[in-house]
């Protein structure tokens, strides 16, 4: 708490206010009761020259120069534009500024480009803005391949036979990551080892990345961070989109999306997916698949309604993943003659979200529920497990203002209901959690300096009460610098087998913990950014750091003993230290660069030693190059990824002793993108992992797959070497809405 009392004393210390505008850009409607924000349109002021960019919510903010009066000049694409004087009276105020279509008008507005990828400004937390543009520079088949281009969050293979990733933020594990779907829980329970394949990148319209604990509203597991994901919306999407993709390895898939409206206040979005891997391939010659074969099914459905009082979404989610692994010699029965992996996922889940319109300006209920059943059956060899989830959720948010939009609050109630069935071998951890708890937040929004300091309880009918609090706090120091900071608690109850799961691709045996207790976990931290111009391009450069203390955490220990997984409550200390320096430089229209450095300190009792986590590398590069031609029709995309060395396991070798090599080796990887668009279409041929490099013997004791030597977890870099792919994309536009 004294890290909070400290937060609020600086806040009350920051007087030093400048004068500030802000507004929001809609564009103009027909229907006085609908209001549709304008993304990315700009808003400069003539005499100064210094300007700002609308968010996704069409608001902006401008620090206003000593000199005044100015004239305030608001354009976007497909807008006629609008001016408006700014005196010294306008100081602090607020502007609601509507642009008319250019339809019927012969000129041409020109507007700056816009940035893929961008750090959310007008946001009191550390937001990390990536939009469906910066998804197609990579393959980005689903969503374990969406951050192929981004340096803050990592996706690691868990084993060398299942095919499985899990994303890592801070060198943290994701199920310390709270992920959502629009603001709706996802990737939980069983979900969580399997689920990232479940999602199409297609059908993402954007992902938002958040550092540290997220707002209290959106629930007590962020821990380390918070990834938000915005599919497509019904009313906005394409009416037809289609997409093909094939690589070297036989993968093949192929995803449709289509929006439409349904009278004047519904609309309605439909997604599918499917996907299959009918090659046997083997490239490092040791029996086992590199890649598992199998096959995914996915199909999402939505609907929203737009009405004068209230507002709605709602619809529905299904897929079906099913992945054949193992040796090569495996066909689907044959458990007793070869190594076989069966992993068979199936989901479905349903949704809703509610909005009301109050009397009182700027006040508004909204509510969120969500229910969803989810099986898992995995055989790794002779070892099996079986899981089942059922899980509801709802949320109760009222919205308000203190006088005016400076002062802003929200408070609320949730409920989680989870009753989760696992069985691994002999061993069972069923459960059943209703969690009930409310909640409380306060923002201020001041011209230089802006707060959220929210507090939630929750009631575990296990574990008791449990508390959150938490502080963000962002400071304007000047129009180009931001000063970012905060604090806050997360918790979480464990799931050790489906969140371990993967480690049953191993000889060793499973120590299952004494008891099972909630997580708990502090993380301080912030971030600075500076925005430049050199030869009158735009940049910026940001650093942040965080620390994240345990105090209490499920170790998962493979040095306590050799010939076991030992999982057990934290004895002692665990912590993480993540830093990272980001240089983004747009070189015109058409060149972007960005580089970053990450450093990772990650420690705990690991064998009753305070050690690194295995196979976290301490440091990592990263570089990125976009280009676009003039005439935007090619687009041209490389990355390359360095990672330094990680710490690893010990393992029994056969015949007796252990291994020696303590330490991965440094290595790198290079992916690129070449895309052409014609018209409605767009073709694109790429590569992943171009240096063709891959880790020498991934699966330790491959030749006795049923011995307790056999260790097919120890991967920490690629077991397949240079894919390339190809594919197209064909898009239709939805019909603009007529004028009435």
Request: with cysteine; net charge positive.
């Amino acid at each position: 708490m004294k890290y909070i009392i400290l937060s609020l004393a600086f806040l009350a210390c920051l007087n030093g206010v400048n004068a500030q505008v802000k507004g929001v850009v809609f564009s103009h409607s027909a229907d006085p009761t609908q209001k549709n924000p304008i993304y990315n349109a700009k808003v400069r002021l003539i005499q100064s020259r210094e300007g700002a960019y609308t968010e996704e919510d069409g608001t902006f903010d401008l620090i206003l120069p000593k000199i005044l009066p100015d004239t305030m000049v608001i354009s976007a694409i497909g807008f006629v534009s609008d001016t408006v004087v700014v005196t010294k009276k306008d100081r602090f105020a607020g502007f609601q500024i509507t642009l008319f279509s250019d339809q019927l008008l012969p000129e041409i507005i020109i507007a700056a480009k816009r940035s893929a990828h961008s750090i959310l400004r007008l946001k009191v937390l550390h937001v990390e803005n990536i939009s469906s543009d910066e998804l197609k520079k990579a393959a980005c088949c689903n969503l374990s391949e969406s951050f192929e281009t981004n340096a803050s969050v990592d996706v690691n293979i868990t084993d060398a036979v299942s095919g499985a990733k899990k994303i890592q933020m801070m060198g943290l594990d994701g199920v310390y990551t709270q992920i959502q779907f629009e603001n709706i829980p996802y990737l939980r329970g069983l979900e969580s080892s399997f689920g990232l394949n479940s999602m199409p990148g297609t059908w993402v319209e954007s992902i938002q990345i958040t550092k540290g604990t997220g707002n209290v509203v959106n629930g007590y597991e962020s821990m380390a961070g918070l990834v938000n994901i915005e599919l497509k919306k019904p009313n906005e999407m394409e009416r037809l989109y289609l997409n093909g993709y094939v690589n070297r390895f036989g993968r093949a898939e192929v995803n449709m999306n289509s929006g439409f409206r349904i009278g004047k206040k519904w609309s309605s979005g439909w997604f599918a997916h499917a996907s299959i891997v009918p090659l046997v391939v083997d490239e490092n010659n040791d029996g086992f698949r590199d890649i598992p074969n199998g096959s995914n099914l996915a199909f999402f459905n939505r609907y929203k309604y737009q009405g004068k009082k209230m507002e709605a979404k709602l619809g529905f989610n299904a897929y079906w993943d099913q992945r054949l692994g193992g040796q090569t010699s495996f066909g689907g029965t044959n458990f007793t003659e070869a190594y076989g992996v069966l992993i068979d996922s199936r989901h479905i889940d349903v949704f809703a979200k509610t909005g009301f319109f109050l009397k009182k300006p700027l006040h508004s209920i909204g509510i969120v529920y969500n229910a969803k059943y989810q099986t898992v059956d995995a055989t790794f060899g002779m070892r099996q497990f079986k899981g089942t989830e059922k899980r509801g959720y709802v949320n109760a948010i009222y919205d308000g203002i203190i006088n005016n939009s400076t002062h802003k609050f929200k408070v609320g109630a949730s409920g989680v209901y989870s009753d989760i069935k696992q069985q691994m071998d002999t061993l069972n951890d069923d459960r059943l959690e209703i969690v009930p708890g409310v909640f409380g937040e306060y923002t201020y929004s001041g011209a230089r300096l802006s707060a959220v300091a929210g507090l939630r309880g929750d009631y575990h009918n296990i574990y008791g009460f449990q508390y959150a609090p938490r502080l963000h706090l962002k400071y304007a120091v000047t129009e180009r610098l931001d000063l970012r900071g905060t604090i806050g608690k997360g918790w979480r109850v464990p799931n050790y087998m489906i969140d371990n799961v993967s480690l049953l691709a191993t000889g060793r045996s499973w120590i299952a913990p004494d008891t099972i207790s909630p997580e708990v976990s502090w993380n301080v931290g912030g971030s600075v950014i500076q925005r430049f111009k050199l030869w009158k391009n735009a940049g910026s450069i940001t650093a942040d750091f965080y620390h994240t203390q345990f105090e209490n955490q499920m170790i998962v220990d493979r040095d306590a003993n050799i010939n076991a997984i030992v999982f057990t409550s934290l004895d002692g200390t665990s912590y993480s230290n993540s830093l990272q320096v980001e240089l983004a430089y747009s070189a015109g229209k058409r060149f972007d660069f960005r580089f970053a450095y990450k450093w990772l300190d990650v420690k705990a009792m690991y064998g009753g030693i305070l050690q690194s986590k295995v196979m976290v590398p301490t440091h990592r590069g990263f570089f990125n190059l976009g280009y676009k031609s003039r005439n935007k029709r090619w687009l041209v995309d490389g990355t390359v990824s360095v990672f330094g060395e990680s710490r690893l396991p010990q393992n029994a070798l056969p015949g007796g002793g252990i291994t020696s090599d303590g330490f991965s080796q440094v290595y790198s990887m290079v992916s690129g993108q070449i895309t052409h668009v014609f018209h409605k279409w767009e073709f694109y041929v790429g590569g992943e992992n171009l240096g063709n490099y891959t880790q020498r013997n991934p699966i330790i004791d491959a030749e006795n797959p049923f011995s307790s030597t056999f260790d097919a977890t120890r991967v920490w870099a690629p077991v397949v070497g240079m894919n390339i792919y190809a594919g197209f994309r064909f898009s239709i536009e939805q019909p603009k809405k007529e004028e009435m």
